[in-house]
């Protein structure tokens, strides 16, 4: 769905939606569609958020690049007990960013070692 179905859906259903799944291409493109989600209440859970990143590396290299340079520069800014000062990837920025905005992560990842590295445990 995309702004305006849902903008026809809020204004018939009697049972609101309280969830919404999306991709992360959606969540970054798509402003109208946030800006209904949160006028309206509606948690936004953001799936495939790692693999859109790594399949995007080679279509947008400057992008990529510029994560990786967010990232680096974080470890020396960081000040919490816990937390570890190695260097962040572009896809901890991400992730990061995707957590202070609010967003939901469903983690799609089967490699043990991958869910370990983005964990905030590890």
Do not use: C, M
């Not at 790692?50 to 994560?67: E, G, H």
């Not at 939901?104 to 905030?120: C, K, L, R, Y």
Request: glycine share 6%; hydrophobic share 40%; no cysteine.
């Amino acid at each position: 769905f995309g702004s305006s179905e849902l903008n026809e859906l809020f204004d018939i259903a009697q049972v609101k939606p309280h969830i919404y799944q999306a991709s992360l291409r959606q969540v970054v493109l798509d402003t109208d569609l946030n800006d209904v989600l949160k006028r309206e209440g509606v948690h936004v859970q953001v799936y495939n958020a790692v693999q859109s990143i790594l399949d995007n590396v080679n279509k947008s290299p400057r992008a990529f690049k510029a994560l990786e340079r967010i990232g680096a520069s974080y470890h020396q800014s960081i000040d919490a007990p816990g937390v570890s000062k190695n260097n962040f990837s572009a896809i901890h920025v991400v992730l990061a960013w995707l957590v202070q905005r609010g967003f939901g992560i469903v983690p799609g990842s089967t490699n043990f070692d991958h869910i370990t590295e983005n964990s905030p445990e590890a």
